[in-house]
């Protein structure tokens, strides 16, 4: 089993439209979260950390389940730029490491 | 902002070369990382390091070294450079220390194709 788990898409969404997308986490010691946003061919940018508490970053809203182990990510109002793969990350128990998840491909159309 | 500066983001080679790929990053940060990207498998970690000459395995550093001789640069050396390594790699700095994990900055990426 994969340490960070991503359904890969691609998420077929209309413009202005919400979606929606979780990740799992297997390592319950995991405490640092983040979402990455990757274009095509370019580097992964970070997008947001993901807080306990939730938490939002004007159109984007992340959200933390630790009893469940999993994260989420809410896009409102989605954009063409939004088309994108995102990459759900999950720290590691000892050290500054993160594990990366596959990704989830979102693509926002007219 | 942070600025991770990869030497070169197209690189052709031929197999038993040994090849270096350079990273270097202008904001002081202590954690370097080099990772590598393929289809279907994600990013992978190669090797990191938390301060100069300093450098731990990640999780595939087969057919790989590093060197970190100062703060802001971390090479990535294939000592005999194979077709298998035909991929993207990514480098990524972070800052240290402190209980929580703080966010990677990552490099453009050097696509490095080996003939």
């Known amino acids: 089993r994969k340490e960070v788990e991503q359904d890969p898409g691609p998420f077929n969404v209309p413009e202005g439209a919400t979606v929606a997308f979780n990740c799992t986490y297997s390592?319950?010691?995991?405490?640092?979260f983040f979402w990455y946003r990757q274009d095509c061919r370019k580097e992964p940018k970070l997008l947001m950390s993901?807080?306990?508490s939730g938490n939002e970053d004007g159109r984007f809203t992340a959200q933390l389940n630790r009893a469940s182990q999993y994260i989420s990510l809410l896009i409102r109002d989605s954009k063409l730029s939004d088309s994108a793969t995102y990459l759900c990350v999950a720290s590691r128990a000892a050290g500054n490491k993160l594990t990366f998840g596959g990704g989830t491909r979102v693509l926002v159309k007219p | 902002d942070v600025k991770v500066t990869q030497s070169s983001r197209y690189l052709v080679k031929r197999t038993g070369e040994k090849v270096f790929l350079e990273c270097v990053q202008d904001m002081d940060h202590e954690n370097m990382f080099w990772y590598r990207q393929d289809p279907g498998l994600g990013l992978r970690l190669i090797y990191f390091?938390?301060?100069?000459?300093?450098?731990e395995k990640g999780d595939i550093p087969e057919g790989y070294s590093v060197s970190r001789e100062k703060k802001e640069r971390f090479s990535l050396i294939l000592e005999s450079a194979s077709t298998n390594q035909t991929s993207m790699y990514l480098c990524a700095s972070s800052l240290g220390g402190g209980p929580s994990n703080q966010p990677q900055h990552f490099g453009d990426g050097t696509r490095l194709s080996i003939l």
């Open positions: 390592n319950s010691a995991s405490q640092s």
């Open positions: 993901v807080y306990s």
């Open positions: 390091s938390y301060d100069v000459k300093m450098k």
